[in-house]
C-alpha cells in the first residue's frame, strides 16, 4: 500500500462522520445496544467492535490501522505510552520460569521491566552484546521464550543483525520483539525481516508535537487478539480517543518530518565529524560506525538521532556546550519538530537512573526540522566556546 494511502485515507471510513474530512473524535467511554440480543451478538466480538472503550474504541482504531500498516503488520495496539507497550508486549510472551535474552543497554524503562520488576514474577533475564547475532544462541537456555532487541539502540547507536537474530529464534521456536523506535517504519522494517512483535515510543516521531505520549505494539492477529484480551484490557494502559486523534494528526506529516529531521542529521554528523569539539560520534551511517556495512543493509536511512563524545578535560568543560546552546532545548525526548539536546551528565545522581554506564563527556543530539544551517552555527558557536574554556 502507498505511504500516502495510509497516512491520508487508511482506516478513515468518512460517510460515518458526514464526510468530514477530519475524523470525528468518538469520546465516549462506551457503546449502548438497541435490544439484548444485538448486546450478546455484539459481544461476541468485544475485541473487533464498540463496546467498551479499554477494550476497542473507533477513533482508536483508526490509528491502530495506520500504525500496523506502516510496519507492514497484520494489527496493532496503541497504548498510553511506550513504556506500557514494551511491558505489554514483553508480558504477553515471558511467564513465571521463563527466560528472556535481552541486547545490552536497552531503554531505561525496558531494563526496569526486565530486571526490576518481571523478576519478581519469576522472569529471569540475560543481557548480551547484541552486535554478534549468535550471541543471543549462545546465552539461550532451555526455558528461553523471547529475544529482546532495540536497534538501533538510542544512545549508543549498536546495532543488532535483525534477519540473523529471527532466524535463529525461529530454528528454536522463541519469540522476537524489537523495539524499532529510533529507526521507525520509513528505514527500517523489522516484520519484513522475521521480527514477530515490533513496538514504539509513538511519543518520538509518530506524534512528533512534543504533546502526546504514546505507545504501539504491531504484530500478528493470533498475536494481537491475544495480548488484546490479557496484557492490553487487564493493565488497562489504554489511549484515549482525544489523544489517539491527535497522534493521526501528527502521522499526516510524519513522513516529511522524519525525511526532513533525518537529512538535516546527515547535513548536522558531517560538519560535527571534521569539528576539533568532537571525540568520537555515534551515527549508523557515519564511515567510522563500526557497523555502518549492517546498518546500510538493513536500514534504509538513519534518522535524526545520534550521540557524540566532546572534545573536554572536564564535566564542567563539556557542560559549557550543552549551556551555550540557544537553538537547541535540553531535554530527554526526541522525534518531535524541535531539536534537543540530552546531556548524559545529568543522570547522575538522579534516583531513576543511577549508575548509567555511559561516558561523561556523551551528549545525544536530536536534530528536528528546523533550517539546518542555523542549527549547525548554533553548534559551532557552542563547541567553539567549549574549546576556549579553560578551568
Ligand atoms: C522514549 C522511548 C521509549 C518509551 O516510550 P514512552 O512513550 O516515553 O513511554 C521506549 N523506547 C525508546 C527507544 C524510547 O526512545
Known amino acids: 500500500m502507498d505511504i500516502s494511502e495510509i497516512l491520508f485515507h487508511l482506516g478513515e471510513d468518512r460517510s460515518e462522520y458526514y464526510n468530514a474530512v477530519s475524523p470525528a473524535i468518538m469520546q465516549s467511554s462506551m457503546f449502548h445496544f438497541n435490544s439484548v440480543n444485538d448486546m450478546r451478538s455484539k459481544l461476541q466480538h468485544e475485541l473487533e467492535h464498540p463496546f467498551y472503550t479499554r477494550g476497542y474504541n473507533p477513533t482508536v482504531a483508526q490509528l491502530r490501522k495506520k500504525l500496523a500498516a506502516l510496519e507492514g503488520a497484520e494489527d496493532a495496539l496503541v497504548f498510553s505510552s511506550g513504556s506500557a507497550a514494551v511491558a505489554a508486549a514483553v508480558m504477553s510472551i515471558a511467564k513465571n520460569g521463563d527466560h528472556i535474552v535481552c541486547v545490552t543497554k536497552p531503554y531505561s524503562w525496558t531494563t526496569k521491566l526486565l530486571s526490576h520488576y518481571l523478576n519478581s514474577y519469576g522472569v529471569e533475564v540475560s543481557y548480551i552484546d547484541g552486535t554478534v547475532a549468535n550471541n543471543y544462541a549462545i546465552a539461550t537456555k532451555e526455558n528461553t521464550v523471547l529475544y529482546y532487541l532495540e536497534s538501533p539502540n538510542s544512545l549508543t547507536f549498536e546495532l543488532q543483525d535483525i534477519a540473523a537474530v529471527a532466524q535463529i529464534a525461529k530454528s528454536k521456536g522463541i519469540a522476537t520483539i524489537i523495539d524499532n523506535s529510533a529507526a ?7 516484520i519484513a525481516m522475521g521480527i514477530d512483535l515490533v513496538v514504539h515510543s509513538g511519543t518520538k516521531y509518530f506524534n512528533g508535537h512534543s504533546d502526546v505520549v504514546c505507545g504501539v505494539v504491531c504484530g500478528s492477529h493470533e498475536r494481537i487478539k491475544t495480548m488484546m484480551a490479557k496484557e492490553y484490557m487487564t493493565l488497562g494502559a489504554i489511549m484515549s480517543p482525544i489523544e489517539a486523534w491527535m497522534v493521526m494528526r501528527g502521522l499526516r506529516t510524519w513522513e516529511l518530518r522524519v525525511e526532513k ?13 571534521n569539528h576539533a569539539g568532537i571525540e568520537k560520534l555515534n551515527y549508523p551511517f557515519s564511515k567510522h560506525h563500526p557497523q555502518q556495512e549492517l546498518a546500510r543493509k538493513q536500514m534504509k536511512n538513519c534518522s535524526g538521532l545520534f550521540s557524540i563524545y566532546l572534545n573536554a578535560k572536564s564535566i564542567a568543560q563539556a557542560e559549557v556546550f550543552t549551556d551555550s546552546l540557544k537553538h537547541f532545548l535540553i531535554a530527554a525526548s526526541w522525534g518531535s519538530y524541535e531539536s534537543l539536546v540530552f546531556p548524559v551528565s545529568a543522570l547522575w ?3 531513576n537512573y543511577t549508575n548509567p554506564d555511559l561516558p561523561w563527556n556523551m551528549v545525544r543530539l536530536y536534530i528536528g526540522i528546523e533550517s539546518v544551517d542555523w542549527l549547525i552555527d548554533d553548534l559551532d558557536q557552542a563547541l567553539n566556546k567549549m574549546l576556549a574554556y579553560s578551568e
Do not use: I
Not at 521507525?184 to 523489522?190: I, K, R, S, V, W
Not at 542529521?265 to 565529524?273: G, Q, R
Open 261 to 273: 529531521s533525518a537529512e538535516n542529521a546527515a547535513k548536522v554528523v558531517a560538519f560535527l565529524e
Open 349 to 351: 545522581g538522579s534516583q
Open 184 to 190: 521507525t517504519p520509513l528505514y527500517q522494517q523489522p
